[in-house]
C-alpha cells in the first residue's frame, strides 16, 4: 500500500521547467502527507516540500518557494512535482516519499525509486 | 529553519569495527529525529525513528540515542554492506531538513 512508482528520467534545458510524477495507492492519497526529496552530489539530500492531499495543504522549504509546485491529482493517484527556472544546479535525482508516522513522530518509510534529472543546454 | 549538522563528513572503519555518527540540530526537535542509509541507484532506507526506534526489517547491529538537539547513530560490528552514506533528519517541523551526510567507508 505504501509503494510509489516514478518514472525514469528527463533531459531539460536550462530556464525551462519539468514536472516529476508519482503515482501512489488510492490509500497514501487518502491517508497520507507525500514529500519531494533531492540528491544531488554536492548537497545530499534536500527537502522540497510536501502535499497533504486530503487536506489539499501544500508545505514548500524556503529554498524552492516560488519555483515548485505540488498538486495531486486522485482520479489518477498521481502527485506531480513542478520545477520551473531550472539550472544546472538541479541536476538531481528526485524521489517522492511518503510521510508514516508512529503517534506524532513522522518518517519516510516509503520511497519512490527517484526520478533523475539533468538540467543541460 | 532547523539546521543540522553532522560528524564526521568521511568516516573510514575496519570490518567488525563499531562506529558512531553524530547529528546536532540548531534547535532543540525533542525526539522528532530519524537516520537513514543512502546507497548510490537506491533510495534512501530508514533505519531509526523517533531517535531511537529501530525500523523493522533493520539489522539490530543499527541503533539510535539522544534527545533535544544532539543525536548518536551506532552502527556495531561492521559488515560490507554498510558501505553507503548516512544522513539524519529533523521532522520536528517544517522544513524537514536533512543533515550533509556521513560517507563510511568499510576497509
Known amino acids: 500500500q505504501g509503494h510509489l512508482v516514478q518514472a525514469g528520467a528527463e533531459v531539460k534545458k536550462p530556464g525551462s521547467s519539468v514536472r516529476v510524477s508519482c503515482k501512489a495507492s488510492?490509500?497514501?492519497?487518502?491517508?497520507?502527507?507525500v514529500s519531494w526529496v533531492r540528491e544531488t552530489p554536492g548537497l545530499g539530500l534536500e527537502w522540497l516540500g510536501r502535499?497533504?492531499?486530503?487536506?489539499?495543504?501544500?508545505t514548500y522549504a524556503p529554498k524552492f518557494q516560488g519555483r515548485v509546485t505540488l498538486t495531486a491529482d486522485t482520479p489518477t493517484r498521481t502527485i506531480n512535482m513542478d520545477l520551473s527556472s531550472l539550472r544546472s544546479e538541479d541536476t538531481a535525482t528526485y524521489y517522492c516519499a511518503r510521510a508514516d508516522c508512529t503517534g506524532n513522530r513522522c518518517y519516510f518509510l516509503h520511497w519512490g525509486q527517484g526520478t533523475l534529472v539533468i538540467v543541460s543546454s | 529553519d532547523i539546521q543540522m549538522t553532522q560528524s564526521p563528513s568521511f568516516l573510514s572503519a575496519f570490518l567488525g569495527e563499531r562506529v558512531n555518527i553524530t547529528c546536532r540540530a540548531s534547535l532543540r526537535i525533542t525526539q522528532s529525529l530519524n537516520w537513514y542509509q543512502h546507497k548510490r541507484g537506491t533510495a534512501p532506507k530508514l533505519l531509526i525513528f523517533?531517535?531511537?526506534t529501530l525500523q523493522s526489517g533493520v539489522s539490530s547491529r543499527f541503533s539510535g540515542s539522544g534527545s533535544g538537539a544532539d543525536f548518536t547513530l551506532t552502527i556495531s560490528s561492521l559488515q560490507p554492506e554498510d558501505s553507503a552514506t548516512y544522513y539524519c533528519q529533523q521532522s520536528n517541523s517544517p522544513p524537514f531538513t536533512f543533515g550533509p551526510g556521513t560517507m563510511l567507508e568499510i576497509k
Open positions: 502535499i497533504i492531499p486530503f487536506l489539499g495543504m501544500t
Open positions: 523517533a531517535a531511537s
Open positions: 488510492a490509500d497514501t492519497l487518502k491517508n497520507y502527507g
